[in-house]
Nanobody
Framework: QVQLVESGGGLVQAGGSLRLSCTASGHTFTSYTMGWFRQAPGKEREFVSATRRSGFSTYSDSMKGRFTMSRDNAKNTVYLQMDGLEPEDTAVYYC??????????????????WGQGTQVTVSS
């Protein structure tokens, strides 16, 4: 059974930084595409970033330059470094895993496994 556990969320002032972590167990981590999504109250789940097993990474345009995703295969962990946070970044952030290296990695339905989410709140 694949399990994803996020951590690192919290309350931060606008302009601040947070680093989220997602640790995976129960699968061959290096063969999966890993993604980050977020969901604010009353809104749809939104793509943040993803990194393929090849190392290729892609970001949402609104977060590119502020957020950086990385993976440590030895620790079965992916990270999301978030800098220059804005109140609009307030949401629950989810980690996800795609086992099939699918093409559409910006779409939530592509992913097979999800973490429970971690709350990020940015105050103005």
């Amino acid at each position: 059974q694949v399990q994803l556990v996020e951590s690192g969320g919290g309350l931060v002032q606008a302009g601040g930084s947070l680093r989220l972590s997602c640790t995976a167990s129960g699968h061959t981590f290096t063969s999966y595409t890993m993604g980050w999504f977020r969901q604010a109250p009353g809104k749809e789940r939104e793509f943040v970033s993803a990194t393929r097993r090849s190392g290729f990474s892609t970001y949402s345009d609104s977060m590119k330059g502020r957020f950086t995703m990385s993976r440590d295969n030895a620790k079965n962990t992916v990270y999301l470094q978030m800098d220059g946070l804005e109140p609009e970044d307030t949401a629950v952030y989810y980690c996800a895993a795609d086992r099939d290296d699918d093409y559409f990695i910006r779409i939530p339905g592509t992913y097979d496994y999800w973490g429970q989410g971690t709350q990020v709140t940015v105050s103005s």
